[in-house]
């Protein structure tokens, strides 16, 4: 994917085409002189419009939570405040099943995104019309954690590196997780974002949450 090089460079046009190469290659193929390549530019050229990759790391967090924002403004609003929170909220999800690569970059940010800001904004305010004090509010966005989002943290991801070994069978050391996880399947990967964060174990989380938050409120 390689973007026409006569159109102008400006930092919109950057941050897209780094969310266009994170889509088609990965979080890890974005360097600058990737993305130069990618706008058939200089990569110094890039630096007009970008500090350094961690501006464009940043932009990109923008560029997705702005997509969120407009998917979330699109739900029609309902009477319920739990059947629309949990709307938008699966709205959101949405978009990060276009960029598989965003909810682990969305964890290591530690500047905070405008449109962020501006999502969780909106959130508060459907709690808050949904009855909920402040307080409650802000115990139920703990609660929520990263599913507000429309994504769930993993605790750990089996295949994120390869063991020193050979598999080794241990389910007579561990009987109780070997016995879960031989009964366990995730068989909808269309709807994966990672090793257990399924569409419906999304949604089966977030409903206990939001079930549990309707009995506080």
């Not at 130069?36 to 923008?62: C, F, N, P, Q």
């Amino acid at each position: 994917m390689t973007t026409d090089a006569r159109m102008p460079l400006s930092r919109e046009r950057v941050l897209r085409a780094a969310v266009d190469l994170a889509d088609e290659h990965g979080l890890r193929a974005l360097t600058m002189r990737r993305l130069a390549e990618e706008l058939g530019a200089e990569a110094m050229s890039l630096y007009y419009h970008v500090a350094k990759k961690e501006d464009v790391l940043d932009g990109i967090v923008d560029v997705v939570a702005g997509e969120i924002n407009e998917a979330v403004a699109r739900v029609e609003p309902l009477p319920d405040w739990k059947a629309s929170v949990r709307l938008r909220i699966l709205a959101a999800r949405q978009v990060f099943l276009r960029h598989r690569w965003a909810p682990a970059l969305f964890e290591t940010r530690s500047s905070t995104s405008a449109e962020v800001l501006r999502y969780y904004d909106t959130l508060v305010g459907l709690l808050r019309d949904g009855g909920f004090s402040y307080d409650l509010v802000h115990h139920a966005l703990h609660a929520l954690g990263s599913r507000a989002l429309g994504f769930s943290q993993e605790p750990f991801d089996p295949s994120a590196g390869e063991p020193a070994v050979g598999p080794v069978d241990l389910s007579w050391q561990l009987p109780n997780l070997a016995g879960m996880l031989s009964e366990i399947a995730h068989d909808d990967p269309d709807s994966t974002l990672g090793w257990c964060d399924d569409q419906a174990e999304f949604e089966f989380g977030l409903d206990l949450i939001l079930d549990g938050l309707d009995r506080l409120r």
